[in-house]
């Protein structure tokens, strides 16, 4: 069972985002995610591939496994040793890594170190509304606050900074 946060209980505006990041916000939890979309199981690859400091991996992959975004089976090679698998948060979070690698290509890296293929292409992908089928437009979306006591620009209840 994936992990609740009561969004209420994170500093600042109650929000979805603040209360994921405590889950998967972590320095290497994301890329640790990659390798285990990726088809690495393995605890060795993982680090290999992330470069995380084996300790700092161990725990992120233990509170990744708490909080329900992995989860250790036994590998189909060797059952004498448990992997690590993705939950259906954990595959959930999928679109979320592509968009970060495609962001980290245009505004961070000198050059892609890599490509993400869709069948026989690269991948181009687009937000498109599940109700009414439009494509998803940055201008076109709003936010509704549903925690009393909040707006758009912040708690009603504190003094203005």
Not at 138 to 159: A, F, I, M, Y
């Amino acid at each position: 069972m994936t992990t609740r946060i009561d969004p209420q209980d994170v500093p600042g505006r109650p929000c979805s985002l603040s209360a994921a990041l405590q889950i998967v916000g972590d320095r290497w939890a994301l890329p640790a995610i990659r390798e285990v979309m990726l088809g690495n199981h393995r605890f060795r690859q993982i680090a290999r591939n992330t470069g995380a400091p084996t300790d700092r991996l161990a725990a992120r992959l233990k509170a990744l496994v708490e909080s329900g975004i992995l989860e250790r089976r036994p590998l189909p090679d060797d059952a004498r040793y448990s992997g690590y698998y993705l939950t259906a948060a954990g595959r959930d979070l999928g679109a979320i890594t592509r968009e970060l690698i495609g962001w980290g290509d245009r505004w961070v890296v000198t050059d892609p170190p890599s490509r993400i293929r869709h069948r026989d292409h690269e991948l181009v992908a687009h937000t498109v509304c599940k109700t009414c089928g439009e494509q998803v437009h940055g201008k076109d979306v709003h936010r509704d606050e549903l925690t009393p006591g909040w707006n758009q620009s912040g708690s009603l209840e504190s003094p203005e900074m």
